[in-house]
């Protein structure tokens, strides 16, 4: 865990300044599809330390977690906004109902991140006679996949894609956390999952946010990219607490165990 933990750390460390400078002073280097080959791979090699750890404990429990309640909070007012700026979005789509339906699911998000604030708060699993909203999330962000296959999307990011299938993928065996009924071993995924969309949601997001403040450059900005941005971002810190929720789960399990060995 600890060469995870670095790993992450050199890459919230080197990547993200990069990307940053680059707004203000454009490299070449940053802008190339070798600075975008080196940041995958290295997001991948978390993946790949997780894998290869050894860990018993193979789900986390729901516990009271006042830090994670609030940030679930703050995701339900990013899909709170993106109900708007989806319905009256005027983008070019295949279909009219395409936005529309971003906006009914934006909806159901925010209804499942105030279910599952109020879980973290009490401690206690509310889901288990809700259970279709856990996975409105999941719905929101592979529904977001479909609207980048339109043919009339032609400026699509790649961070943009890879960042909204990790969420779609983290997103998915997260629910796992409230309806066990998975053999794989949920902990580790959530680990090589998280911290790369933790990652990459903070290369992409941090540039638009910066954009946002620049009164020449935000004209440019969709109130849909802007609302994602939102979204986006605290759904990152909530997938970092989580993260570390687990990193403790499993360090006391491992203590448990040597104390009794």
Same mark, same amino acid.
């Given at each position: ?28 280097? #940053?802008?190339?599809?070798? @600075?975008?080959? *080196?940041? =995958? !791979? +290295? $997001?991948?090699?978390?993946? %790949?330390?997780? &894998? ?85 999330? #999941?719905?929101?962000?592979? @529904?977001?996949? *479909?609207? =980048? !296959? +339109? $043919?009339?999307?032609?400026? %699509?990011?790649? &961070? ?85 929720? #687990? ?9 448990? !165990? +040597?104390?009794?060995?």
């Amino acid at each position: 865990m600890k060469n995870i933990w670095l790993m992450f750390g050199i890459i919230m460390l080197v990547f993200v300044p990069l990307r940053i400078t680059s707004i203000f002073n454009p490299i070449s280097f #940053v802008e190339s599809g070798w @600075f975008t080959f *080196i940041f =995958f !791979l +290295s $997001i991948f090699t978390i993946g %790949v330390l997780a &894998y290869m750890m050894k860990i018993d404990k193979k789900n986390i429990e729901i516990k009271k977690n006042i830090p994670l309640g609030l940030i679930s909070i703050g995701v339900a007012v990013g899909f709170f906004w993106s109900i708007s700026t989806y319905y009256l979005d005027e983008s070019q789509y295949d279909f009219e109902w395409q936005p529309v339906m971003m906006a009914a699911l934006s909806i159901l998000s925010t209804i499942s991140f105030i279910i599952m604030s109020a879980s973290f708060f009490k401690g206690k699993n509310l889901f288990s006679k809700l259970s279709f909203f856990i996975f409105c999330p #999941v719905f929101w962000f592979a @529904f977001d996949m *479909i609207l =980048f !296959l +339109s $043919i009339q999307n032609e400026n %699509v990011d790649n &961070y943009d894609i890879a960042l909204t299938a990790l969420f779609a993928l983290f997103f998915l065996y997260f629910t796992q956390v409230f309806f066990t009924s998975s053999k794989l071993n949920i902990t580790k995924l959530l680990i090589g999952l998280g911290l790369p969309t933790v990652a990459l949601s903070f290369v992409k997001c941090v540039p638009i946010a910066i954009r946002i403040f620049d009164v020449n450059d935000s004209a440019n900005l969709s109130d849909v990219a802007i609302s994602d941005c939102f979204m986006e971002s605290f759904a990152a810190l909530f997938i970092l607490l989580v993260v570390l929720e #687990v990193n403790k789960q499993i360090s006391k399990k491992s203590e448990v !165990l +040597s104390t009794s060995n």
